[in-house]
């Protein structure tokens, strides 16, 4: 991202994964749907790990990157999920997943593959994929931090369907894997059908046909493929990524570049009005309100809280300035872009 943004991205040091922040502190008593477990933090995902971000797992002989190394070998060897455009979630998993968020950072049956659990680290962090490598608990600018990521999100794993694809190519795929690989729509359309998981979906097994199928002459040579793709993304750089992607990356470049700018801004809006607050917790100096998420509540003192009224969608620097004659505190407006930035006030467009 450097040669485009042309700036650096500030570190989200909300999210403090060595010592997870959404782990319970101490030894005291906790609502456990509040929490993460310790045995998964955020990582009860599994990602869909690109065929060239494979090779560069495979490839990566840093001593480090061993233990990362043998659960993707393991992926490789079960052959479930397994294709030329890379490491797939298997339909078990994407059923599990969209039918229970409410176990997303708690169920150890569903953590990722690639979670180290001794030491509690991802095992392919050089080469994870796009979401794994934007997405936080919590971020520094709130919701305005949350949309740049979202947006890199998307950038990144547009590029990243873009060059699996143009690794093909290169590759010679033959056309009857490529079929495999991209069926008809009616075909794609009636597969993913609720309902439609067979007994090998179900019993984690692969099916000898369709994988024949799919890797045609590269069956049984799989890591050498995957190596041979991690080869052909790293001679890339940015134009040629960027020409891969075509228009729909373009698209997704300006609505990042968009999101950047806002990031690394220090603009206050003109106007902005309180919000509906969410309380989660009180006490005689502060409260804890819940904004745009409620992993990321925010500490308001409560002085402020009680002026919140005053932000009623008159110009902005009125407002300060009513609140510094009437109540005799004086509201800087860092203060009032972070309450936006956390969903307590909102922008007022004009
Ligand atoms: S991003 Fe994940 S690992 Fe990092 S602090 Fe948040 S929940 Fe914990
Ligand atoms: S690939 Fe790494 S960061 Fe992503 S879910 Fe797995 S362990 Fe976590």
């Known amino acids: 991202m450097e040669p485009l943004l042309k700036g650096p ?4 040091r909300a999210a403090t994964c060595d010592r997870c922040a959404m782990l319970p ?16 933090k955020c990582c009860t995902y599994l990602p869909e790990l690109a065929n060239f971000l494979v090779g560069r797992v495979l490839t990566d002989d840093d001593l480090e990157a061993a233990a990362g190394r043998a659960t993707v070998e393991a992926r490789i060897d079960k052959k479930v999920g397994v294709s030329p455009l890379g490491l797939h979630r298997t339909p078990v998993y994407s059923l599990m997943y969209r039918s229970s968020p409410a176990s997303f950072g708690r169920a150890v049956s569903m953590r990722c593959p690639h979670y180290v659990v001794d030491g509690g680290r991802c095992g392919v962090w050089r080469h994870r994929e796009s979401t794994c490598a934007t997405w936080f608990c919590k971020y520094g600018r709130g919701e305005t931090g ?13 590029c990243e369907g873009a060059v699996r694809l143009h690794c093909l190519m290169e590759l010679g795929l033959d056309v009857r894997s490529l079929a495999a690989l991209h069926p008809t729509q009616a075909v794609a359309n009636a597969s993913a059908r609720p ?41 890339l750089d940015w134009p040629e990524v960027l020409a891969l992607g075509g228009a729909r990356l373009e698209v997704l470049v300006a609505l990042l570049l968009d999101a950047y700018k806002k990031l690394v801004g220090d603009e206050v809006p003109a106007r902005v009005r309180r919000r509906r607050l969410n309380v989660v917790y009180a006490s005689p100096e502060s409260v804890q309100v819940v904004g745009y998420s409620p992993m990321d509540a925010l500490r308001v003192p409560k ?5 919140l009224h005053c932000f009623d969608g008159r110009p902005t620097a009125a407002a300060l300035a009513g609140i510094s004659e009437v109540h005799g505190l004086d509201v800087e407006p860092g203060v009032v872009r972070k309450l936006v930035d956390f969903g307590i006030l909102s922008a007022e467009e004009d």
């Open 303 to 307: 002085e402020l809280v009680d002026v």
């Open 9 to 12: 991205i500030p570190a989200e």
């Open 195 to 235: 309902g439609n998981l067979g007994a090998p979906d179900l019993d984690g097994e692969f099916v000898p046909a369709a994988y024949r199928a799919a890797w045609g002459a590269w069956e049984g040579r799989e890591r050498e493929f995957f190596s041979s793709c991690a080869e052909i993304a790293n001679a």
């Open 25 to 40: 502190s101490g030894d005291a008593p906790v609502d456990r749907s509040e929490f993460f477990s310790a045995s998964t």
């Open 146 to 158: 949350r949309a740049f990521w979202q947006r890199l999100h998307d950038t990144l794993g547009a």
